[in-house]
Structures are given as C-alpha cells and as structure tokens.
C-alpha cells in the first residue's frame, strides 16, 4: 500500500506529456499486417521487441495514414503485376484502424478506389465495378473496341453508375467504421489523381488510354483509345465520395490529393480547375519527395504559403521519404535516388534521414499553412527467408507470383532488421506535446484527467490505477 501511495505522489509531482494531434506527424502504416505475417518483427532503440504502432506513436507520431484498396488480389492488377490476397482491403485496413485507435492516434484514411497501385498516370477502376457495369449496363469499359466506339451517351450513363459505385462504396465502408467506434480525423478520395480517375471516364487532361496497362499515355499503340479531359464527371464522381464522408463524419477533413507537391504551377492548375469546375474538398493534400521534385524543404515552405494564400486553405503533405541507406540489403538502389542538394548536408545515413525530416517537420509547422506530414513508408521493412531471400515486396508477379523487390526497405523509420532508427528519436523530442491536468483524486486514488492543449481545448483520459487509457 505505501508503494502505491508513494508512486501516486510521484506521478502528482511529474510532468508527464504525450503528443498533440494539432499538427500531425505522421507515417502510412498501410503494409503493417503484411509485413508483420511474412515475418517482420520490430525493436525499439535500445533493441527490445515492440509493436510497431506503439513505438512510432510514443515517437512522437500522433497521425497515421491507411490506404483502403478495393480488393487487391491475382488477376486485380495491371496485368503483369497484382498486390497480395487479403491486405489493404476493408477486412485488413479496420484491424490498422482499430490498432491506431487503441493507441491514441488520429487516422488519415484514404480511399484508392481500385484493386492495385494507384497514381498519376494509373487508375484502373476495381474489378468488382467493372463487373457491375457489365452485368447492369452491358458495357465491358476495360474493352478497347467498346472504349473506341463508345457514345457520349454511353460515356455519360457510365460516369452516372461510377458516381453512384464510390457513394455507395464510401459510405458503406465508412458506416462500418462508425460502427467500430472509428472516427477518422481526414479522408482522402483517391491517390495522387494529378491525371484524374477511373480511366478513361474521368480524366484531366485528354491523352490515350492503355487499356493493358491500365495507364495514361501520351502516343498511340495497340490496346490504346483516345480519351479526352472530363473536369465534370471527375468532379460528379468526388462529389459524390464527399457527401458520404460529410454524412457520417460532418467533422473530419476530405482530401484531394496529388503528386508533384513543391511545384506551385503544376498543383495550381490541378486544384483551380477542380475547384473551378464544382470539386468540393477541404485540404490540399500533395506528395513531397526531394528524390522526385528535385528540390529542398524550403521549396517545399514556400510551396504551402503559396497554395494559402491563393486558395485559403492548409495542405497535408500525404507523402515524403528520404533513404537512409544509399541501397537496398541487397545492394541495390531503391525508389528514392539522392539529389545533389543535399548531398553534404542530408547525405542517404540514418542521421542524414533524421536531419532532412527534422527540418521538414519543423518548418512545415512553422509556415502556418501545413496541417502535418504523413511518411512513407515507415514500416515497409526488410523481411527474408532462412536462405536469405527476400519475402516482402511492392507487388507479385503475375506470371509466376514471385515477389517483386521491396524497394522502400531503405526509406523506413527501422533499419533492415527492424530496430528503430535514430529518426524516431529526433521526432519524439521535436513532436508537439500535451500535458495532463489532473481534475479528479479522491480516496489516495487517481480518477482521471485532462489534456489541456494550447487552444484551451479539453479532452478526458480514463486513469485505471496504473496508465492513463483512451478518450471515452
């Protein structure tokens, strides 16, 4: 009994502080379950087993990202390449929410509306919907000679039953978020849609369409029909995926996201036509990689103060990464290549990587304009057999289901053997903090208390006689 009187005293007499949400810091934890399932295992610093999700949130990150795919799978892909069976669907996806939940994190959940990798040039519409377009409509859309002959009526009565699909769609998932008790603070409709959607039905800017590869091309071969803009139907389709969200979740933050975040030119032009042609969003979401723009953070500062300043609203950058290692384990180079600004500065080492994001961090907060950071992608480690193989990779074959490289297993927040990275010291120190505010102690015991943020917001944690648990 004197034990515990005495630890209660203590922890009276503690600052004790955990990490704000006002500002996400943040990281995709999308391939969590699957890397975990082939083997993956995570260490704190000092070496010792831990589960991923609590390490990064008591790291200081208080946001993460989960990207809902429709129904990944052999056969789902592009054709040549598909994601694995029974990961990034709705079934994995509610087991990383409920995991973020019970760890206190804010979630960005972002809907790619199809079965495999999506981007700016991608966009391949979910095999299921193709189904149901065929089966209602008897239209094949991923068929070159209807997509060739097709009629603007036609076109139109497809771009109607799209719309109607990523309604009934989001709010169905949505709902069954609700149901859980899940409130996502951010939604993001779709994936880097710089060149639009559901291909060619909704795309920006008029080009072929490779209806093999299931991409946006700028020359014409076999397999390929001409597709012209359509800033309307794009905008019909999200509309619609945003009046799900704001049905059931009046509160949380819609995202349209693109690439080529730091290029003001290129994003303006995306998000004045968008807006201009009746897009509803709430948050200017871009990815970011000095890798890929070519540029330093502080273009990537200027960037948010100028996309506020021209359109009134704050940007999430939905993606960055930077190596900390030159090469992959298996010495080859990953996704991200170095650029020469930083190479006496951030070199691609893990302080090197602590530094860039430290700065990027920092800064982005500082501009005023930015809602947070989300990395990508934090967890995506190295997993092998016994014999060295590698287990893990962005994508199988179709040809033979062989793995393909996994080639983010240099740009993770853990080294190839999943011990945390000196990067998740720096956010823990540098990351936005709290402080409880005691508001109940009777009876030698702690009730509960209060987190006072720096808005004089309130928020009650449960105190059940050992740790402070979730909001309630």
């Given amino acids: 009994m004197m034990k515990r009187i005495i630890f209660l005293i203590i922890i009276l007499l503690m600052p004790v502080t955990v990490h704000a949400a006002d500002f996400a810091y943040g990281g995709d934890i999308t391939q969590l379950n699957y890397i975990e399932d082939m083997g993956g295992k995570y260490y704190d610093s000092e070496g010792k087993p831990q589960d991923a999700v609590i390490c990064l949130a008591e790291c200081g990150i208080n946001t993460v990202r989960i990207r809902l795919s429709n129904n990944p799978g052999k056969g789902r892909g592009d054709g040549q390449y598909y994601m694995p069976e029974g990961y990034q669907n709705e079934e994995d996806c509610l087991k990383l929410a409920k995991r973020a939940k019970a760890a206190g994190l804010d979630i960005v959940w972002t809907f790619n509306y199809s079965d495999y990798w999506s981007n700016g040039e991608r966009q391949l519409i979910p095999s299921d919907w193709v189904g149901e377009i065929k089966n209602e409509l008897g239209f094949d859309v991923t068929d070159a000679n209807f997509l060739s002959a097709m009629t603007g009526e036609q076109k139109k009565t497809v771009q109607n039953k799209l719309a109607e699909l990523v309604y009934s769609y989001t709010y169905r998932v949505l709902k069954g978020l609700k149901d859980e008790g899940i409130a996502p603070k951010y939604v993001s409709l779709g994936n880097e849609i710089r060149g639009g959607m559901f291909f060619p039905f909704a795309n920006t800017y008029s080009a072929e369409y490779d209806t093999k590869a299931g991409v946006l091309a700028f020359d014409s071969r ?6 012209e803009k359509d800033w309307e139907a794009l905008t019909m389709i999200l509309n619609r995926g945003y009046d799900a969200v704001k049905e059931l979740f009046p509160e949380a933050g819609v995202i349209i996201h693109v690439d080529d975040g730091s290029d003001f030119e290129s994003c303006k032009w995306f998000f004045e036509q968008y807006i201009n042609a009746g897009g509803k969003l709430d948050v200017l979401g871009v990815s970011y990689y000095p890798a890929w723009s070519k540029n330093t953070a502080d273009v990537c500062f200027e960037f948010c103060k100028q996309m506020k300043d021209y359109f009134g609203m704050d940007t999430m950058i939905m993606e960055t990464g930077f ?19 930083y190479k006496d500065i951030y070199p691609p080492s893990p302080q090197g990587q602590a530094g860039f994001l430290k700065e990027l961090a920092l800064g982005l907060k500082d501009t005023q304009a930015c809602l947070g950071f989300l990395y990508w992608d934090p967890v995506m480690i190295h997993v092998e057999d016994a014999d060295g193989n590698n287990l893990c990779g962005w994508a199988y074959r179709e040809s033979d289901d062989g793995v393909e490289p996994n080639v983010v297993e240099n740009t993770t927040l853990f080294d190839f053997d999943g011990k945390a990275l000196p990067v998740l ?31 004089d917001k309130t928020a009650s ?8 648990k979730s909001l309630y």
């Avoid at 076999?222 to 597709?227: F, S, W």
């Avoid at 709290?434 to 508001?439: E, M």
């Fill in 461 to 468: 944690y449960l105190w059940d006689g050992d740790e402070i």
């Fill in 222 to 227: 076999e397999g390929t029909v001409k597709c």
């Fill in 425 to 455: 010291d720096m956010l823990r120190e540098t990351a936005p903090k709290k402080s409880y505010v005691i508001t109940e102690y009777a009876d030698g015991v702690l009730k509960s208390v209060k987190i006072a943020d720096k808005y």
């Fill in 323 to 341: 190596n900390w290692s030159p090469v992959k384990k298996d010495g080859y180079a990953g996704q991200l290549v170095d650029i020469d600004a």
